[in-house]
Structure formats: C-alpha cells, structure tokens
C-alpha cells in the first residue's frame, strides 16, 4: 500500500504540500534487531511504519531495558525525531522487533507541515500525548503493579499480537520488555510452569490457560 494510505491526515493536505511530503520521503527495510536510532544519534526524522513492528524503549545506565510502547502498521513514531520534541529528557532508543518496512519523513519538512497545516499539528499533538500517556501508564504500572501480573499481561498481550499461544520469545527479551532480569523472569515463568498456565521450552512460552494469566493480571 502506498503512504497516502497510512498516513491518516493525508486527505487535509493540499496538492502542494502533498507533493512535498511525498518528494522528500525515503522507503527502508530493516532487518529484526536493527536500531534505528537512540538518544544519542542526531534527528533521524519520523518513522512510519509499512509493515512490520518497531519497539521504543529507554535503557538504564547498567543496561537494563524497558519498553514504553510498540509500533505496527501505520504507527507513526515521533522519539526517533527528538529535535522536535525538545522538552523530552529522556533518550528513546527505536529498533526493529521484526523486519520492518518504514518511510523515513524529514524532521524539517514535518515541522513546515505543522506550521502550515492546523490538521498536521493537531494530529501531531494528539499522537504526542498519546505516546506521553503511554510513558505514564507504564510509570503506573512498574511502580505498583507486582512482576506476576505485568508478566502475566505481557504474555497475553504477545499472543495476541502474534495471533498464537506458543510464543518464540527468550527470557531475556521479556526481561527486556519488563524493565526486568533474565535469571528474575525465568523464576516467574518456572512458577507459571508449576501452576499449569504455561509450558517451557528453549526459546518458546507455550500458553496452556489463558483464562488463569488472565486472573491473574487483575
């Protein structure tokens, strides 16, 4: 599909600034694991996702990741333009969970849409609240949720994403997810072992009763 189709304010553009945005786009293909850009990479501009999905996440001193959200198709990401946002002190690393096709927009052509197009900023400031109200969700969640129910909710949320219930997923990379460590969530994978909700194997979480994560999770 084309980008007219994925970005959703394209039909509140004139011909003019149509024509811009699509002349100065560039179309890439990533490989999964790829880092598209961290905080301290200069502005990469705008991601918008073709296919495929992207993960941003924030990474301590020590190493230790977690993720603020996840973009998939049409998903627009605004971290990897941080020239643009320049009250955020946080930096956002933004890599590629599965290999991905995204266009790559300008940070300087963006920003003249926004000052000509009252649609473009609206959108915009919409979409930044948002990603802002999934940063405070997840503080929410890490500071007074307990690491079984956030475990549990994430193995949902990836079968759902995934469309199955046997999950090829390391211990680490949920970890990584979870702001967490390894040797901490292959304990609390054990235990859902030992209770029947899930079933271990190299590499794979296979989920056996949803409907226990599910109380669980609250």
């Known amino acids: 599909m084309a980008f007219q189709d994925h970005f959703p304010i394209w039909g509140k553009l004139d011909q003019d600034q149509q024509e811009r945005l699509v002349g100065s786009l560039l179309l890439r293909t990533v490989p999964k694991g790829k880092i598209l850009h961290n905080g301290d990479m200069d502005c990469a501009g705008l991601l918008l ?8 996440y924030i990474q301590s001193e020590e190493g230790r990741q977690i993720t603020i959200y996840r973009l998939f198709d049409r998903d627009m990401c605004l971290f990897s333009a941080p020239c643009m946002m320049r009250s955020i002190q946080f930096e956002v690393t933004v890599a590629a969970e599965k290999d991905t096709e995204f266009w790559v927009i300008p940070t300087e052509v963006y920003q003249r849409l926004m000052e000509e197009s009252a649609p473009v900023a609206n959108y915009t400031n919409e979409l930044m609240a948002s990603r802002f109200s999934d940063v405070m969700w997840l503080m929410e969640q890490t500071m007074w949720k307990s690491l079984d129910k956030r475990l549990a909710a994430f193995l949902l949320e990836e079968a759902a994403i995934e469309g199955s219930r046997e999950l090829k997923i ?14 901490v969530i292959t304990r609390m994978l054990r235990y859902f072992q030992n209770e029947g909700m899930v079933e271990l194997s190299r590499g794979k979480v296979a989920i056996l009763q949803a409907e226990k994560l599910q109380a669980l999770e609250g």
């Open 49 to 56: 996702v073709r296919r495929g999905q992207l993960r941003a």
């Open 170 to 183: 390391t211990h680490e990379t949920i970890a990584n997810h979870l702001g967490s460590h390894r040797e």
